[in-house]
T-cell receptor
Framework: DAGVTQSPTHLIKTRGQQVTLRCSPKSGHDTVSWYQQALGQGPQFIFQ???????QRGNFPDRFSGHQFPNYSSELNVNALLLGDSALYLC??????????????FGNGTRLTVT | DAKTTQPTSMDCAEGRAANLPCNHS???????VYWYRQIHSQGPQYIIHGLKNNETNEMASLIITEDRKSSTLILPHATLRDTAVYYCIVRVYRGSGGSNYKLTFGKGTLLTVNP
């Protein structure tokens, strides 16, 4: 039973560029959340997708956007990259809807470096 | 969501019980206590959660005080592989369709298990 998978594992981009990160949820899960983790800090919530819609959003600018596909996989897009966007980006999946307290299962993340 | 307070770091001898405390004095009646851990270079891993009763699973036990203002995660026989950052998180449950997927991570407790 595959867990949450993220790609790529590492990425180097230049300031001003755009990046797309991908996530496949754990088998049977239908909800995907994205988190940003700066070095030495705990993960910070970016947004959550359920039924192909953004349902909840953290305190991140519009440069951060996402998408969920019919197969429940998800993408995180970041435009106009800043040096401060360098971080580990984590995807988490869970069961949504009325199954509200389903624990989140995290992938091992994509390490993004902006130079 | 309620804020949590944890010690920055703790040490434990291999084979002994590790007791990790967490204060959540402003917790509300519909907020659950969750514990996750993050081993270096990996995504956070779900450990256990509870509302007001003590809980036990194959990984750990969770003891919540009667007033719910604090809790303790217990790893009964710590091993070197339990060295990780442990996060105590309060997660609100708002019922059908309004579940909160925004986990607010602090800096957690770095548990070091020594041989």
């Amino acid at each position: 039973d595959a867990g949450v998978t993220q790609s790529p594992t590492h990425l180097i981009k230049t300031r001003g560029q755009q990046v797309t990160l991908r996530c496949s949820p754990k088998s049977g899960h239908d909800t995907v959340s994205w988190y940003q983790q700066a070095l030495g800090q705990g993960p910070q919530f970016i947004f959550q997708y359920y039924e192909e819609e953004e349902r909840q959003r953290g305190n991140f600018p519009d440069r951060f956007s996402g998408h969920q596909f019919p197969n429940y996989s998800s993408e995180l897009n970041v435009n106009a990259l800043l040096l401060g966007d360098s971080a580990l980006y984590l995807c988490a999946s869970s069961l949504g809807g009325d199954r509200g307290l389903s624990p989140l299962h995290f992938g091992n993340g994509t390490r993004l470096t902006v130079t | 969501d309620a804020k949590t307070t944890q010690p920055t770091s703790m040490d434990c001898a291999e084979g002994r019980a590790a007791n990790l405390p967490c204060n959540h004095s402003t917790i509300s009646g519909n907020e659950y206590v969750y514990w996750y851990r993050q081993i270096h270079s990996q995504g956070p891993q779900y450990i256990i959660h509870g509302l007001k009763n003590n809980e036990t699973n194959e990984m750990a036990s969770l003891i919540i005080t009667e007033d719910r203002k604090s809790s303790t995660l217990i790893l009964p026989h710590a091993t070197l592989r339990d060295t990780a950052v442990y996060y105590c998180i309060v997660r609100v449950y708002r019922g059908s369709g309004g579940s909160n997927y925004k986990l607010t991570f602090g800096k957690g407790t770095l548990l070091t298990v020594n041989p």
